[in-house]
C-alpha cells in the first residue's frame, strides 16, 4: 500500500530518536484514527449519519428513561449547543423525542422515539461488525494480551490522573 506522503499519518513520521513510548502512543493513535475513519465512513455511507449522531443515540438506548440535555453533554464530553444541534436534527427525523421534567419548566429529557430504537439496534449490529472485523487479524491470545496490557496502561494512567505518582 502505498502512502501519499502528504498524509502520512503521525506513526509514520516518528523518527528513531523518538522514546518507544512515544512510538507506542502513537501507534494506539494512529489504530484508533483508523479505526474511527472507518465507521464514520460507513455510518455515512450505510445509514446516513454521523459518529456523533450515532454516539448520542447510544447513550440514549443505554437509557430508556432518557436523559437531561446537560447529562448527555456530559457523557458525550460536547457542549451542550452541539448536543442541542444533534437532537434538533434527531427530533425532526422522528428518532428521537423531548419530554417534559416535573417540576422545572425549563428543562426537558430525550429519548429515543421506537423508530429511533429501530434504527439504532441496525446501526449498532454494523458498528459491531467493524470493531470485531478491524481486530480479525489477531488470535483470540493476542486479543486477550492486548486487552490485559492496554487495561495495565489505563488504570496507571487513571492512578496518575488521580494524584497516585
Do not use: Y
Request: net charge negative.
Amino acid at each position: 500500500m502505498s502512502m501519499n506522503p502528504d498524509t502520512l499519518d503521525l506513526e509514520a513520521r516518528a523518527h528513531s530518536e523518538h522514546a518507544h513510548e512515544l512510538r507506542l502512543w502513537l501507534r494506539l493513535l494512529t489504530c484508533s484514527q483508523l479505526i474511527e475513519k472507518r465507521v464514520r465512513t460507513g455510518l455515512r455511507e450505510n445509514f446516513d449519519t454521523t459518529l456523533p449522531r450515532f454516539d448520542l443515540m447510544a447513550q440514549l438506548e443505554r437509557h430508556p428513561e432518557g436523559l437531561k440535555m446537560k447529562e448527555l453533554s456530559h457523557r458525550l464530553m460536547v457542549t451542550g449547543g452541539n448536543v442541542t444541534g444533534i437532537t434538533d436534527q434527531l427530533v425532526a427525523e422522528g428518532l428521537v423525542e423531548r419530554m417534559g421534567v416535573d417540576g422545572d419548566r425549563r428543562a426537558f429529557r430525550v429519548r429515543l422515539t421506537d423508530h429511533g430504537r429501530e434504527q439504532f439496534v441496525d446501526m449498532a449490529r454494523q458498528h459491531e461488525q467493524w470493531i470485531v472485523a478491524a481486530f480479525e487479524g489477531l488470535s483470540a491470545r493476542d486479543l486477550d494480551n492486548l486487552h490485559k496490557l492496554l487495561g495495565k496502561v489505563k488504570q496507571h494512567q487513571l492512578d496518575i490522573n488521580q494524584g497516585g505518582e
